[in-house]
Nanobody, 116 residues
């Protein structure tokens, strides 16, 4: 199982970024996929998940600003992030949900910095 994130970078407050995660080594359509972020000193925070039926859920801090999507033909899960705030600055990880919100495989992470 392999997960590789991309798309991070530096963006000004109010701006947008789109993160992408390419998966391999398993039957992608059979699993939920999630995004989480790590802020130094604050630990790991769950951000969003998209389930096998295409439905999704979000943490309160990002609800209404972030959108998670998946493409089962390309084995990708994306996170569209709009109206970014400084508190969104973190390393973002995608992960595979093997059972009801339990994640077993993680990518290497991509840094998102929101700053003017």
């Amino acid at each position: 199982v392999h997960l590789v994130e991309s798309g991070g970078g530096l963006v000004q407050p109010g701006g947008s970024l789109r993160l992408s995660c390419v998966a391999s080594g398993f039957t992608f359509s059979n699993y939920g996929l999630g995004w989480a972020r790590h802020v130094p000193g604050k630990g790991l925070e769950w951000v969003a998940e998209i389930y096998t039926d295409g439905s999704s859920s979000y943490s309160d801090p990002v609800k209404g600003r972030f959108t998670i999507s998946r493409d089962n033909a390309k084995n990708t899960v994306d996170l569209q992030m709009n109206l970014l705030k400084s508190e969104d600055t973190a390393v973002y990880y995608c992960a595979r949900d093997y059972w009801s919100g339990e994640y077993d495989y993680w990518g290497q992470g991509t840094q998102v910095t929101v700053s003017s």
